[in-house]
């Protein structure tokens, strides 16, 4: 059965606002310390965190108005245009730097020394994160704001139906949904499996034993963000990999309409699930909720010291000196 438009505005807008809230402390948290903010594990997660700010602000808040009106917040070409091009683009990026991430996990932990020097640094550290940016920017601005389409503004549609412009061409819808949804689900799903079943063979072998205390924290950073790709968006890319290779469109028809909409949620929950990974976060959040406390702490009893009488040697304050 399909999800109404109504329950649709809801299920997006209820968690849009704590996410905005977590995605701004967590960069705060990042950036704020030069530790963190040049570590290359950090970089990603940093990326995805921008990512969905933007698209939070921006793409969840106009299709929430959507689904609760029927009806495009402007009903002019220009916005229906940004609006296709930052929801196509940003889902596309979020889906390629989590598959990085999960192959560069494996690099980070058992292949360190590939990032030894600032020239295999770039090539394979920065060059594969400006890759997951730059080519879905390309892609889009050419297939939705280049391409000629004939398909006209609806501004009772979603998105003004300007993402059909993509389907008009056959081999660029194929390429689309097998190199920007269905390939970088199969490999965060594989590679995050493969990595949580290496480091735990990895950590009880003899000779062969991780530095855990080191990696742990970056072997398990991505895995919350993992099981997100796997329960959400992997169902529905298995559906979609069956659609494009034969099989008719009616088969699990509602399913596959309910839960391309619960891909949203995708972007929504990675901004949650990448806080318990942070570095002391904890103590941070104790610190930024719980400020009220310190302030009463303002003027702390200062003990008086001993007064000693003149000739004498106090023994007990060298002895803990």
Request: with cysteine.
């Amino acid at each position: 059965m399909a999800v109404s438009l109504i329950l649709h505005s809801w299920l997006l807008l209820v968690p849009l606002i704590p996410s905005v809230i977590v995605a701004i402390f967590s960069l705060y948290h990042l950036l704020s310390s030069q530790a963190l903010r040049t570590a290359l594990n950090n970089h990603v997660i940093i990326l995805l965190l921008c990512v969905g700010l933007i698209s939070s602000v921006t793409d969840y808040v106009w299709t929430g108005y959507f689904y609760r009106t029927g009806i495009a917040l402007s009903s002019t070409p220009t916005f229906c245009l940004a609006w296709v091009f930052i929801s196509a683009s940003g889902l596309v990026i979020a889906y390629l730097l989590m598959a990085w991430a999960s192959i560069e996990r494996h690099i980070l932990i058992f292949y360190s020394t590939w990032f030894a020097t600032a020239r295999k640094r770039f090539f394979f550290h920065y060059l594969p994160l400006i890759i997951c940016i730059v080519w879905p920017l390309i892609f889009c601005c050419v297939t939705l704001l280049i391409l000629p389409c004939n398909i006209p503004f609806s501004y009772s549609n979603k998105q003004c139906a300007r993402y059909s412009c993509i389907f008009a061409i056959g081999w660029i819808a194929l390429m689309d949904s097998i190199f920007h949804y269905i390939l970088p689900t199969f490999i965060v799903v594989i590679f995050s499996v493969v990595l949580l079943v290496r480091v735990i063979y990895q950590k009880y072998q003899i000779h062969q034993r991780v530095e855990w205390r080191n990696y742990k924290r970056m072997a398990f950073q991505l895995l919350p963000i993992s099981a997100l790709y796997f329960c959400i968006s992997f169902p529905t890319m298995i559906l979609y990999a069956a659609y494009s290779a034969g099989v008719p469109r009616t088969v699990a028809a509602d399913y596959f309409l309910n839960s391309i909409f619960l891909c949203f949620w995708i972007i929504l929950f990675t901004l949650f699930a990448i806080v318990p990974s942070l570095p002391q976060w904890q103590t941070k959040c104790t610190k930024l909720f719980l400020f009220w406390r310190a302030k009463r702490r303002v003027n702390p009893e200062i003990p008086v010291p001993t007064r000693l009488k003149a000739g004498r040697t106090n023994t007990a304050t060298f002895t803990h000196q």
